[in-house]
Nanobody, 120 residues
């Protein structure tokens, strides 16, 4: 099972980015897939997750209303659309998955990450 993130970069405050997580080895509609981020000196935090239970999605409070997670079964990928980006969104972003339908609990598989930097 492999996950590969892409789409990060440098963006000005208020800008947008769309991160992609290409998945191989399992179909994206089988397991929950989450997006996480880790800023320098901070612990990794879950940003968003999409489960396979009715496609239910969750978001951490700081990104609610700005980020949207989605899944494309045909491309076997999960996306994180990020809008109105703020400097505090700067971090390495990772996608992860596990052998579960639900977003709760530990993740077992991770991508290599993609860097998002929000700065003027």
């Amino acid at each position: 099972l492999e996950l590969v993130e892409s789409g990060g970069g440098l963006v000005q405050p208020g800008g947008s980015l769309r991160l992609s997580c290409a998945v191989s080895g399992v179909t994206v509609d089988r397991y929950a897939i989450g997006w996480f981020r880790q800023a320098p000196g901070k612990e990794r935090e879950e940003v968003s997750c999409i489960s396979t239970i009715n496609g239910r999605s969750t978001y951490t409070d700081p990104v609610k209303g700005r980020f949207t997670i989605s899944r494309d079964n045909a491309k076997n990928a999960v996306y994180l659309q990020m809008t109105n980006l703020k400097p505090e969104d700067t971090a390495m972003y990772y996608c992860g998955t596990k052998a579960s339908y639900y977003c709760d609990g530990e993740y077992d598989y991770w991508g290599q990450g993609t860097q998002v930097t929000v700065s003027s």
